[in-house]
T-cell receptor, first 116, second 110 residues
Framework: DSGVTQTPKHLITATGQRVTLRCSPRSGDLSVYWYQQSLDQGLQFLIQYYNGEERAKGNILERFSAQQFPDLHSELNLSSLELGDSALYFC???????????????FGEGSRLTVL | DAKTTQPNSMESNEEEPVHLPCNHSTISGTDYIHWYRQLPSQGPEYVIHGLTSNVNNRMASLAIAEDRKSSTLILHRATLRDAAVYYCILIEGYTDKLIFGTGTRLQVFP
C-alpha cells in the first residue's frame, strides 16, 4: 500500500460525457502528479501540482484539467470524452517539489476509465 | 526531454542476478537517472535513482557509466516477484517531470 488513494477504481461512461477522478496523496506529501496509461501510449505524464500550484505540464489535452485543493487532494477532470480516452489514470505523490533529487514518487492503484 | 532506450524484454531464472541496461546518450549534466518498475495490475514503484555515482539500496544497485550515457539496474538475486516492466527514466534537475519510456519486461522463471 503506497498510501496514495484514488477513486473511483473503475468508471464506465459514454462519449461526450465528463468525469472527475480524485486523488488523495500520502499524508504530508505536497506534490501530486497525474499520469495516463493506455495500451498503445504507455505511461504519459499529464501534470504536476505542488502545494496547490501547477508546477509542470506534460501532454495534457485541453479537454482535461486538474487542480490541487488546500487539503492537498487533487482532482483530474476529463470532459467531452472520446473512445481514445479509455485508459488507466494514475496519481502519484511525493513529499518534495524537486523529485529529481529526492527520487521517490508513490503511485496509487489507478482509476480505470472506459469510454463506450 | 532526453530519451532512454531499453530492450523490450529480458528473461532470467530465479535466484540469478539480472542486469537491465539503459542507454541515454543524450543525457545532460543535470539529468538524474531513475528506475521504476510496474508489476501487473499495479501502479509504478520506485526502485532507485542516481546522478553520477553508483547507488545501492535494499532493492537493487544502479551502475552508471563514467560518461553517463548508459546505466544498468542490477537485481542481485531475481525472485518471481521481480517479474515486472522496468522503466529507466531521465529527470532534468528542477523540472521534475518523470517521462516514462516503453520499459523492459522482465520475466523470471523458477
Amino acid at each position: 500500500d503506497s498510501g496514495v488513494t484514488q477513486t473511483p477504481k473503475h468508471l464506465i461512461t459514454a462519449t461526450g460525457q465528463r468525469v472527475t477522478l480524485r486523488c488523495s496523496p500520502r499524508s504530508g506529501d505536497l506534490s501530486v502528479y497525474w499520469y495516463q496509461q493506455s495500451l498503445d501510449q504507455g505511461l504519459q505524464f499529464l501534470i504536476q501540482y505542488y502545494n496547490g500550484e501547477e508546477r509542470a505540464k506534460g501532454n495534457i489535452l485541453e479537454r482535461f484539467s486538474a487542480q490541487q485543493f488546500p487539503d492537498l487532494h487533487s482532482e483530474l477532470n476529463l470532459s467531452s470524452l472520446e473512445l481514445g480516452d479509455s485508459a488507466l489514470y494514475f496519481c502519484a505523490s511525493s513529499e518534495s517539489r524537486d523529485t529529481s533529487f529526492t527520487g521517490e514518487l508513490f503511485f496509487g492503484e489507478g482509476s480505470r476509465l472506459t469510454v463506450l | 526531454d532526453a530519451k532512454t532506450t531499453q530492450p523490450n524484454s529480458m528473461e532470467s531464472n530465479e535466484e540469478e542476478p539480472v542486469h537491465l541496461p539503459c542507454n541515454h546518450s543524450t543525457i545532460s549534466g543535470t539529468d538524474y537517472i531513475h528506475w521504476y518498475r510496474q508489476l501487473p495490475s499495479q501502479g509504478p514503484e520506485y526502485v532507485i535513482h542516481g546522478l553520477t555515482s553508483n547507488v545501492n539500496n535494499r532493492m537493487a544497485s544502479l551502475a552508471i557509466a563514467e560518461d553517463r550515457k548508459s546505466s544498468t539496474l542490477i537485481l542481485h538475486r531475481a525472485t518471481l516477484r521481480d517479474a515486472a516492466v522496468y522503466y529507466c527514466i531521465l529527470i532534468e534537475g528542477y523540472t521534475d517531470k518523470l517521462i516514462f519510456g516503453t520499459g523492459t519486461r522482465l520475466q523470471v522463471f523458477p
